[in-house]
């Protein structure tokens, strides 16, 4: 064909971890991750103010403690668990580390009960950022990936509703536990304002190279 394809924004999404054969998503591993989010949300008094002024109705750590990691050894567990998707999805991007590492700079815990939401961003300074899901209640929002191109579409058409997925401007990918998403950090997007009573939690990092 004499169209080439170029310039492709990659997104990685596959388990954490395979379950037994048998049994559901949800691995001991996981509820001993879930369990811990609570207890951070339940003794973080800094991170419950910082929420009160910049996401209401929600919890996350980002505000107040951004590296479990180094603070418990079943986040620290979570880091190594991530470290071969994250050097698989290197690989896929031809990153050239040049003898260097991709190390985990940050890590921290989101709790979306109704009608909480995260606004369209990005995470500068960092290499690789990602999502682990924790706990996903039926009907939990996605999380929504914006073109990075879109602020070049200067007098260009909308794209039609069944574009290739190559050719679409904005991509949901759905909340499942257990699932983890990498993309490069500087690639903008958000969730949407969750729609249901149960709470949807996620933990969200960002790896740098050193």
């Keep these: 064909m004499p169209t080439t394809q170029w310039f492709p924004t990659l997104i990685y999404d596959a388990q954490l971890e395979k379950p037994a054969p048998g ?125 990075p191109r879109l602020s070049k579409f200067m007098a260009a058409p909308p794209r039609k509703q069944d574009a290739r997925r190559a050719n679409r401007t904005f991509v949901h990918y759905p909340a499942e536990a257990g699932q983890v998403l990498l993309f490069e950090s500087w690639l903008r997007h958000e969730v949407g304002t969750s729609r249901i009573e149960a709470e949807r939690v996620s933990i969200s990092f960002n790896f740098n190279w050193f």
């Design 23 to 147: 049994k559901r998503r949800a691995t001991p591993f996981n509820r001993e991750l879930l369990a811990e989010c609570y207890q951070i949300r339940d003794m973080d008094d800094e991170g419950a103010d910082w929420c009160a002024e910049n996401y209401p109705g929600g919890y996350t750590s980002y505000g107040s403690m951004t590296q479990l990691h180094r603070m418990s050894s079943t986040f620290a567990e979570l880091r190594d668990r991530l470290g071969r998707h994250v050097r698989s999805f290197a690989r896929t991007l031809d990153l050239d580390l040049d003898g260097r590492t991709l190390e985990m700079t940050d890590c921290w815990v989101n709790i979306m009960p109704h009608g909480c939401a995260h606004t369209l961003h990005l995470h500068p300074t960092s290499t690789i950022s990602g999502t682990y899901y924790v706990k996903t209640p039926k009907g939990s929002s996605s999380i929504k990936f914006e073109d």
